[in-house]
């Protein structure tokens, strides 16, 4: 079962409201395990209440970005994913450019829209695949 590679702030985490409820209820809806990225650094992490969340987070702290594909190659290293393991959501363009450079499905979320709809027929698509 494919694992759900969750954005972090932008998309799973909206800046001063927290978790983004509605995003929270459909992940829900599957019972694939869900890892949220993020490349917070500790003051990061309490500021956004990453330490807080419902699903186990990855970061990097900067070192890399998700903007360079070795922030996604570390990551699957780290929990002995393969590219076909997993799913990923991501708002920032260059981040989702940075996993597709490495073979990583990915759907660009649109921060503003917040088409939770458009999300969930993705993950439809490719946690079959």
């Known amino acids: 079962m494919k694992t759900i590679l969750v954005d972090a702030v932008n998309a799973f985490v909206i800046k001063d409201e927290g978790i983004f409820d509605k995003m929270y209820r459909m992940l829900e809806q599957y019972p ?62 260059e981040a989702v450019k940075s996993a597709q450079s490495i ?13 939770i709809e458009a999300l969930k027929k993705f993950l439809d698509k490719n946690l079959s695949k």
């Open 32 to 93: 694939n395990r869900k890892i949220i990225l993020t490349g917070a650094n500790d003051e990061q992490m309490e500021v956004f209440g990453l330490n807080r969340m419902p699903y186990e987070v990855f970061t990097l702290k900067h070192n890399p970005e998700k903007t360079d594909p070795a922030y996604f190659k570390t990551m699957l290293k780290h929990f002995n994913f393969d590219i076909k393991d997993v799913v990923y959501f991501e708002h920032n363009l």
């Open 103 to 115: 073979g990583i499905d990915v759907f660009h979320y649109d921060q503003h829209a917040k088409d």
